[in-house]
C-alpha cells in the first residue's frame, strides 16, 4: 500500500485526495510542499531578482504541485514519470516498495473513498545543486471516519534532465499506543459465521481477509473464529467456494491469527491462503468498527493492499467493506457484504 504518496497544498490546508486509499500506514499519500511564493519581496514592494536557490525551490514547489494535480485526476501515468525509475517507499512497517510502480495503479475513486489530509508542519533544505530533503508532519483522516491519525514523513527529490523527481519517501508513526485496542475487544468474533449478503464487484481476496479474488460470482463463504490454545491470538478459517459457468467449483482456505505485536505495539494479523498467498494487516478500532489496513503477496509474486471496515451490530452480524488500493497493475472495485453468526456457535 503499498501506499499512494503525494505531495499536498500550503500548511495547515486541508486536501481532499482523488485517489484511492492506500494499505500500510495512511501517512505515506502525502508528501507536503510549502506553497510560498516563488519571488522574494524587496523592501518597498518592489520583486527582488530570484537568486538560484529561490527558483530551485519554486521548481521543487512546481513538481509537487503538478504530482498533486495528477493525483486529483487519478492519472497513474502521470504520477509515474514522476518518480524516479529505482526511487522506493518505506512506509512505517519497514516495509519497501517501489515508487514508481506502486503509483502507477492510481484511478479516479469516488468522494466517500477519499481521506483528507491536513500538512502541519514542513522544511525543505538541499543537500546539493540536484537533491532536496524535504521533512514533515501530517494528520490523515481515512474516509468515513472521524479518527486522526498522526505521522512524520521524509522525501527525498533529485533533479534528471532538468526535472525533479521524487526518489525516496520514508514515514513514521506518531500516534501515541496508550488507546491501543485489545485482542479481547475483538471477541466479539468468536463463532461461526457465513455470508447473507452476497459481495459487490469481486471475490474477496487475501489481503482482505478473503480468497485469491479476481472474480465477479458470487462466492459461498464460510468463517469459523476461535482462540487459540494460549488465547494469545484469535484464530480465523475461511473457506471460500467459488462456482464457475464453464467449469467446476473452486475452493479456497484462508487461515488467520490476530495478535498482540509487541514489537510495533499494535494488533495485527497473519493470513496465509491455500493458493500460497499470504497477507499481514494491522488492525485500529473507532466505536463499533474495526479497520484492518491489509498488505499482501498474490501467488504470482505480485502486490495487494486494501483498507477492510468490520462494523459488528453488538448481537450476531457484522458488514465488511474493503476497499482496494492497489491490486499489481490493475485496480479492483470495492466488495461489502454482511455476515451472520450461526446459532449455538458462539466459539467461546
Known sequence: MPPLPHPSGPPGRTVPVGAALPAGLLLTMLIGIAADRCSAQAPGGRVAEASPRQADEAAVRAAAQAYLDALGRGDGQALAAM??????????????????????ATVPTDAAARPKFDLRETSLRFLST???????????????????????FTALWVRQSGAWKLAGLRESRIDGSADAPKLADLAWMLGDWTVVDEPTGRQPAAADGGGPGGGNERPAME???RWDEGRAFLVREMKIVRSTPAGPSSTAHITQRIGWDPLSRQLRSWSFSSDGGHA???????????????????????????????????????TWRSLPTHVGGEHLPQVTMTMVRKKGGDGK
Open 83 to 104: 518518480w524516479t525509475v529505482d526511487g522506493d517507499i518505506v512506509d512505517d512497517d519497514g516495509r519497501v516498495m517501489n515508487g514508481r510502480e506502486t503509483v502507477a
Open 130 to 152: 540536484d537533491v532536496a530533503l524535504e521533512d514533515g508532519e501530517v494528520q490523515v483522516t481515512p474516509p468515513g471516519s472521524t479518527t486522526v491519525h498522526t505521522g512524520h
Open 223 to 225: 468463517v469459523s473464529v
Open 280 to 318: 499481514e494487516s494491522t488492525w485500529t478500532r473507532e466505536g463499533d468498527t474495526w479497520i484492518a489496513r491489509a498488505t499482501a503477496v498474490m501467488p504470482d509474486g505480485s502486490q495487494t493492499s486494501s483498507l477492510n471496515l468490520y462494523t459488528y451490530d453488538g448481537v450476531d452480524r457484522y
